[in-house]
Protein backbone atom coordinates (compact mmCIF):
# COMPACT_ATOMS: atom_id res chain seq x y z
CA UNK A 1 0.00 0.00 0.00
CA UNK A 2 2.65 2.65 0.99
CA UNK A 3 4.78 1.55 -2.39
CA UNK A 4 1.33 2.59 -4.37
CA UNK A 5 0.90 6.08 -2.48
CA UNK A 6 4.85 6.66 -3.34
CA UNK A 7 4.07 5.94 -7.11
CA UNK A 8 0.74 7.77 -7.10
CA UNK A 9 2.92 10.96 -5.71
CA UNK A 10 5.78 10.39 -8.15
CA UNK A 11 3.33 10.25 -10.87
CA UNK A 12 1.73 13.37 -10.09
CA UNK A 13 4.81 15.23 -9.41
CA UNK A 14 6.34 14.21 -12.88
CA UNK A 15 2.80 15.73 -14.44
CA UNK A 16 3.15 18.70 -12.94
CA UNK A 17 6.69 19.17 -14.23
CA UNK A 18 5.85 18.12 -17.26
CA UNK A 19 3.04 20.44 -17.42
CA UNK A 20 5.15 23.54 -16.39
CA UNK A 21 8.06 22.81 -18.60
CA UNK A 22 6.37 22.64 -21.45
CA UNK A 23 3.74 25.68 -20.94
CA UNK A 24 7.38 27.46 -20.61
CA UNK A 25 8.27 26.76 -24.01
CA UNK A 26 5.29 26.81 -25.90
CA UNK A 27 5.59 31.22 -25.63
CA UNK A 28 8.58 31.05 -27.81
CA UNK A 29 7.33 28.31 -30.18
CA UNK A 30 4.25 30.60 -30.34
CA UNK A 31 6.02 33.48 -31.24
CA UNK A 32 8.19 32.18 -33.53
CA UNK A 33 5.59 30.95 -35.56
CA UNK A 34 4.05 34.53 -35.49
CA UNK A 35 7.29 36.23 -36.31
CA UNK A 36 7.10 33.85 -39.32
CA UNK A 37 3.92 34.46 -40.16
CA UNK A 38 4.59 38.08 -40.62
CA UNK A 39 7.45 37.57 -43.00
CA UNK A 40 4.94 35.21 -44.82
CA UNK A 41 2.10 37.57 -45.05
CA UNK A 42 4.06 40.72 -45.52
CA UNK A 43 6.14 39.52 -48.77
CA UNK A 44 2.91 38.26 -49.82
CA UNK A 45 0.84 41.67 -49.44
CA UNK A 46 4.49 43.42 -50.98
CA UNK A 47 4.43 41.32 -54.11
CA UNK A 48 0.98 42.32 -55.33
CA UNK A 49 0.75 45.81 -53.89
CA UNK A 50 0.87 48.64 -56.67
CA UNK A 51 4.59 49.74 -57.09
CA UNK A 52 3.41 53.22 -58.23
CA UNK A 53 5.30 52.35 -62.09
CA UNK A 54 2.62 53.42 -64.51
CA UNK A 55 -0.42 51.20 -65.11
CA UNK A 56 -1.01 48.32 -62.78
CA UNK A 57 2.54 47.48 -62.25
CA UNK A 58 2.93 45.31 -58.98
CA UNK A 59 6.50 44.94 -56.92
CA UNK A 60 6.50 41.48 -58.73
CA UNK A 61 6.17 42.52 -61.86
CA UNK A 62 8.76 45.13 -60.96
CA UNK A 63 11.12 42.78 -59.92
CA UNK A 64 10.78 41.17 -63.03
CA UNK A 65 11.40 43.39 -65.12
CA UNK A 66 14.33 44.91 -63.40
CA UNK A 67 16.22 41.60 -64.81
CA UNK A 68 16.51 42.54 -67.74
CA UNK A 69 16.18 46.24 -67.95
CA UNK A 70 17.28 46.63 -71.68
CA UNK A 71 14.06 44.82 -72.34
CA UNK A 72 11.44 46.30 -69.56
CA UNK A 73 8.54 48.31 -70.41
CA UNK A 74 8.36 49.92 -67.37
CA UNK A 75 9.75 53.32 -66.84
CA UNK A 76 11.34 53.05 -63.28
CA UNK A 77 13.07 49.58 -64.21
CA UNK A 78 15.67 51.55 -65.72
CA UNK A 79 16.61 52.75 -62.17
CA UNK A 80 18.69 49.97 -59.90
CA UNK A 81 17.06 51.83 -56.82
CA UNK A 82 13.48 51.56 -57.50
CA UNK A 83 12.48 48.73 -55.99
CA UNK A 84 14.70 49.72 -52.89
CA UNK A 85 13.20 52.91 -52.90
CA UNK A 86 9.65 52.32 -53.16
CA UNK A 87 9.47 48.55 -50.50
CA UNK A 88 11.74 50.95 -48.30
CA UNK A 89 8.97 53.60 -48.00
CA UNK A 90 6.34 50.77 -47.48
CA UNK A 91 8.39 49.32 -44.64
CA UNK A 92 8.62 52.59 -42.82
CA UNK A 93 5.21 52.62 -42.93
CA UNK A 94 4.54 49.21 -41.75
CA UNK A 95 7.24 47.23 -39.95
CA UNK A 96 9.35 49.58 -38.60
CA UNK A 97 6.26 51.42 -37.43
CA UNK A 98 5.59 48.15 -36.01
CA UNK A 99 9.08 47.76 -34.23
CA UNK A 100 9.95 45.07 -35.85
CA UNK A 101 13.82 44.02 -37.10
CA UNK A 102 14.11 42.34 -40.53
CA UNK A 103 16.10 41.58 -43.52
CA UNK A 104 14.46 41.89 -47.08
CA UNK A 105 16.49 40.11 -49.39
CA UNK A 106 16.37 39.71 -53.55
CA UNK A 107 18.33 37.53 -55.33
CA UNK A 108 18.24 37.19 -59.05
CA UNK A 109 19.27 34.13 -61.23
CA UNK A 110 22.89 34.07 -62.02
CA UNK A 111 22.56 34.43 -66.17
CA UNK A 112 19.92 37.96 -65.68
CA UNK A 113 21.46 41.07 -67.24
CA UNK A 114 20.93 42.57 -64.25
CA UNK A 115 23.71 45.14 -64.78
CA UNK A 116 21.58 48.28 -63.04
CA UNK A 117 21.11 46.20 -59.71
CA UNK A 118 24.44 45.57 -58.28
CA UNK A 119 27.34 44.60 -60.59
CA UNK A 120 28.92 41.12 -60.51
CA UNK A 121 25.97 39.93 -57.47
CA UNK A 122 22.20 40.10 -58.18
CA UNK A 123 21.02 41.24 -54.79
CA UNK A 124 18.99 43.64 -53.29
CA UNK A 125 18.95 43.69 -49.87
CA UNK A 126 17.12 45.97 -47.54
CA UNK A 127 18.35 45.58 -43.35
CA UNK A 128 16.04 46.96 -40.93
CA UNK A 129 18.52 46.67 -37.56
CA UNK A 130 18.97 42.79 -38.30
CA UNK A 131 21.88 41.70 -36.98
CA UNK A 132 24.40 38.50 -37.70
CA UNK A 133 23.87 37.47 -34.07
CA UNK A 134 19.95 37.48 -33.91
CA UNK A 135 18.33 34.98 -34.18
CA UNK A 136 15.47 34.66 -37.29
CA UNK A 137 12.56 33.66 -38.56
CA UNK A 138 12.67 32.82 -42.58
CA UNK A 139 9.74 33.04 -44.68
CA UNK A 140 10.78 30.44 -47.10
CA UNK A 141 11.77 32.02 -50.71
CA UNK A 142 8.84 33.65 -52.95
CA UNK A 143 9.79 32.82 -56.26
CA UNK A 144 9.38 35.75 -59.11
CA UNK A 145 10.20 33.53 -62.51
CA UNK A 146 11.80 35.34 -65.49
CA UNK A 147 13.16 34.58 -68.58
CA UNK A 148 16.43 34.16 -66.85
CA UNK A 149 15.42 31.88 -64.02
CA UNK A 150 13.49 32.58 -60.96
CA UNK A 151 13.73 35.90 -58.70
CA UNK A 152 14.04 34.86 -55.26
CA UNK A 153 12.10 37.23 -52.54
CA UNK A 154 13.23 35.92 -49.15
CA UNK A 155 11.91 38.25 -45.81
CA UNK A 156 13.51 37.25 -42.15
CA UNK A 157 12.61 38.73 -39.06
CA UNK A 158 14.89 39.21 -36.36
CA UNK A 159 14.29 38.97 -32.74
Not at 18 to 32: D, H, I, R, Y
Amino acid sequence: MGLAVIVILLAVGMFFVTKFSLSSQQPTEVANSQMKQVAIGFVNTLLSTDANCGGTATFSRLLEEMSAPEYTILACAVDPDAFKTKATQILDKTLNMWGYKYKLTVYYPPNAPYSLIKPNEGVIEINHECLETMDEEAAPPFPIPTDYGDVRVIMKICY
